[in-house]
């Protein structure tokens, strides 16, 4: 079946450093998606990602989908300490609706 | 606009019993999918539902769990003769209908599940 690994599983670094977290599938995506779960907290959508090569921003955080769709990279610029949690991303071979099969996450800190 | 709704948000069952757990999607939102989280680990698909039917529920236990979606009221993940190795965190997502594109999940705040 469709596997989705993610490295490193746990990053500590001090704030104001960058981090980055790096995703990739044993098959071709349609699209990946990536999530941010803080401790004791549920996911929360961050972003989607859908055609080969996309490279998208959201303030500090920029997210890219590789030429091939099966890898994907989140990297934060300058952490702060509101940015600890674990980042999950997660692979989809649908187009439309259906189930997306989740990295084990990288759990960030940020030690202020 | 409520967002996805699942109660109980922590449930307590001793070996044996049954574990009901219950999801609202958002509203507008027709898809329902569970997935199960260990201590310290990712998020396990379950099943995926929409109303009255169940699309995909290739990560389900072959046995003692089940999952409904009923056309009227909350999806419905159902454990019974529950086990110590069935403690977890389920979280339930919605997303909306779509043709031709795939969006987020939204994520409710999840049912924390401990067997005792």
């Known amino acids: 079946g469709q596997q989705v690994m993610q490295i490193p599983q746990y990053q500590h670094v001090q704030e104001g450093e960058d981090f980055t977290t790096y995703c990739n599938s044993s098959t071709t995506l349609s699209n990946i998606q990536w999530y941010k779960q803080r401790p004791g907290g549920h996911p929360v959508f961050l972003i989607q990602?859908?055609?080969?090569?996309e490279v998208k921003k959201q303030k500090r955080l920029t997210f890219q989908f590789g030429e091939a769709k099966k890898n994907s990279s989140l990297h934060i610029t300058a952490t702060q300490t509101t940015d600890v949690g674990t980042y999950f991303c997660a692979g989809s071979r649908n187009t439309n609706a259906g189930k997306s099969t989740f990295g084990d996450g990288t759990t960030l800190t940020v030690k202020p | 606009n409520a967002g996805v709704m699942q109660n109980p948000r922590h449930l307590v069952r001793r070996r044996g019993q049954e574990a009901r757990l219950r999801c609202s999607p958002m509203?507008?939102?027709?898809?329902v999918y569970w997935y199960r989280q260990l201590p310290e680990e990712g998020l396990k698909f379950m099943v995926y539902?929409?109303?009255?039917?169940?699309?995909?529920e290739s990560g389900m236990p072959k046995e003692r769990f089940s999952a409904e979606f009923p056309k009227e009221g909350p999806s419905i993940l159902r454990i019974q003769q529950v086990v110590r190795g069935d403690s977890a965190a389920y979280f339930c997502?919605?997303?909306?209908?779509?043709?031709?594109?795939?969006?987020?999940?939204?994520f409710g705040s999840g049912t924390r599940l401990t067997v005792v």
């Open positions: 509203k507008g939102h027709s898809h």
């Open positions: 997502a919605s997303s909306p209908p779509s043709v031709g594109a795939a969006y987020g999940y939204t």
């Open positions: 539902l929409q109303k009255e039917n169940i699309i995909d």
């Open positions: 990602l859908v055609k080969s090569g």
